[in-house]
């Protein structure tokens, strides 16, 4: 059998609480890391919601008349986030950008070009008060 002295015998205090600084500063990482993992998750969530929803009103927009294009209103749609809101722009044959809807088929401006550009916006906020914000485009013709 081999002697071995009592003082050398196990671990010392100071090893030990080396060692549980480690472990303690590995495990910090590797939760930070499983956050950010689920921050980075539910923002791609978002944006692929966002960008469904933007497809869904071009595809209506695209089916209308421009006589009817010129009074649509966006509907509600079910998109990311806690507060959401889509808005229409076009451009006219100046490149000035007007809000849609207007007020009367009266006040269709002569000058459209066509095929007409629309832009859809999609303006959301998340839980943490974020803003964000996604664009689509479309070309509209008479």
Not at 14 to 39: C, R
Not at 75 to 104: K, N, R
Not at 127 to 136: H, K, L, N, P, T
Request: hydrophobic content about 45%; charged content about 20%; overall charge negative.
């Amino acid at each position: 059998m081999k002697y071995v002295p009592k003082d050398t015998a196990g671990m010392t205090l100071l090893e030990l609480m080396f060692a549980a600084g480690v472990l303690a500063l590995a495990l910090s990482l590797l939760f930070g890391s499983l956050i950010s993992i689920n921050i980075i998750g539910q923002l791609s969530e978002n944006r692929t919601m966002a960008a469904s929803q933007l497809a869904s009103v071009l595809e209506e927009v695209r089916a209308l008349p421009i006589e009817e294009l010129m009074l649509f209103a966006p509907p509600e749609v079910d998109g990311p986030g806690v507060e959401h809101q889509v808005s229409l722009t076009y451009f006219d044959g100046g490149g000035t950008e007007i809000d849609l809807p207007l007020d009367a088929v009266e006040s269709i401006p002569s000058d459209l070009p066509n095929p007409l550009e629309i832009r859809a916006t999609l303006i959301w906020s998340d839980d943490q008060g974020r803003v964000y914000s996604m664009d689509a485009v479309t070309q509209h013709g008479r």
